[in-house]
């Protein structure tokens, strides 16, 4: 365990159990309030349908360690909610479902919510905007902000502040992304969560947030202060100092992240050093321009098809396909001919069970232990819809990047 300052904390892992003793130490440094039927909103980061392992959502392995503390302790009303990206929500793809995580979720009788259709109030952003953020956001008891480390081609770095995103309801997206640097400083003053948990598992580098490459860090990191915790990640991960992160300046102008503190943060030695975004293509700004959306409505029927949305990411104009079939009736199939009995596959299931799983067994179907076997052991059969161009782009990046670094 490293202790900074500001109640900040990471620490490497290199074993399954040590992942529960941090959520353990995070709860005791920011502990709930004492009442058992407190609200607890859980926020991880869901941005689209994309597998935790390739760097684009919150492990399952982290929510399910704090959804064990939790009911351990004895809380009743917790909820895990986020609202995924605004193409995401407009194809009407259930998150939560390709994910598991709602299974997650059942497995101890806690709710889960798509933000992006929920109730909400209209708050002022910043002056001349005003957005929706969701309701429960603004009325939870306890707030624990799960985002993921990983790149992020328009804001630089996605984590702790660009996670807050995922409050604002549907359309009010939108919004955010006319000067997204400027919206990511102003909602993180109006919600600030009581505790963030880091998941520097699996993170994604490069063309993120959607289009990266999956880098293995192994580290978690808690605080309960977002501007000074990504400050502290952008030095952790190599991609700079906080004046690197376009919304970080907005916290360093108005004195929230001073020199001294810059200063110290500049003392601490990188972890590993990522690949930063590509350069942003600036017809994808022109194209964003709010002033264009009446003729961004009139041609969406056209830019929602598979053949475009694979030509738009051919001209890096964007990340994502969403892809709205889901799959019918495929099956995990366990291969033991082909197992080298590595471990791997347990190592990285959520709730730590191996193939073949008994009917008892409680599996997700988030289809970690599938990603990261490189042997051919478990493989996926019947009509695979979406997964298969998930498959394409990214299962053997996974298994050369994620898997084959087992930890000690």
Avoid at 243 to 260: H, T, V
Avoid at 360 to 366: A, F, H, I, P, S
């Amino acid at each position: 365990m490293y202790y900074l300052e500001g109640n900040i904390n990471f620490k490497l892992i290199t074993k399954r159990e040590e992942l529960a003793e941090f959520v353990q130490a995070a709860l005791y440094d920011n502990p709930p309030p004492k009442r058992k039927d407190a609200r607890i909103l859980i926020k991880p980061n869901l941005n689209n349908d994309l597998n935790a392992l390739t760097g684009n959502s919150t492990d399952l392995r982290l929510i399910h360690a704090l959804l064990v503390e939790l009911k351990a302790r004895g809380y009743k009303d917790v909820l895990v909610a986020d609202g995924s990206n605004y193409g995401v929500h407009r194809k009407g793809i259930n998150v939560f479902q390709r994910l598991g995580l709602d299974r997650l979720c059942a497995h101890f009788g806690y709710r889960h919510l798509d933000l992006n259709n929920a109730e909400y109030r209209e708050v002022e952003l910043y002056p001349g905007v005003t957005t929706g953020i969701a309701l429960v956001c603004l009325e939870a008891d306890f707030i624990i902000n799960l985002p993921t480390v990983k790149t992020h081609a328009e804001a630089g770095l996605s984590c702790c502040m660009k996670n807050l995103v995922g409050i604002n309801v549907g359309q009010y997206k939108r919004k955010m992304h006319w000067d997204l640097p400027k919206a990511i400083f102003a909602i993180n003053k109006i919600i600030k969560p009581n505790m963030h948990l880091v998941d520097g598992l699996v993170g994604m580098e490069g063309n993120g947030p959607g289009n990266g490459r999956p880098i293995r860090m192994d580290f978690l990191a808690y605080g309960d202060n977002a501007f000074l915790l990504d400050a502290v990640i952008t030095r952790l991960i190599g991609y700079g100092s906080a004046g690197d992160i376009p919304y970080l300046n907005y916290a360093i102008r108005e004195g929230i992240l001073s020199a001294q503190t810059i200063d110290k943060i500049a003392q601490i030695k990188p972890l590993l050093h990522i690949l930063k975004p590509d350069k942003r293509n600036f017809l994808i700004g022109l194209l964003g321009h709010n002033k264009l959306a009446p003729v961004r409505s009139l041609i969406r029927p056209l830019l929602d098809s598979t053949f475009a949305r694979k030509l738009l990411m051919r001209c890096k104009l964007t990340q994502d396909i969403y892809e709205k079939d889901d799959p019918e009736s495929f099956q995990m199939v366990y291969e033991p001919n082909n197992c080298l009995d590595c471990g791997i596959c347990r190592e990285y299931c959520p709730v730590e069970i191996a193939p073949p799983a008994s009917e008892t067994d409680v599996c997700l179907r988030c289809l970690n232990c599938y990603w990261v076997c490189a042997h051919k052991a478990i493989n996926l059969t019947g009509e695979l819809g979406y997964l298969k161009s998930h498959i394409e782009r990214y299962k053997k990046l996974i298994e050369d990047n994620v898997g084959s670094k087992k930890s000690k």
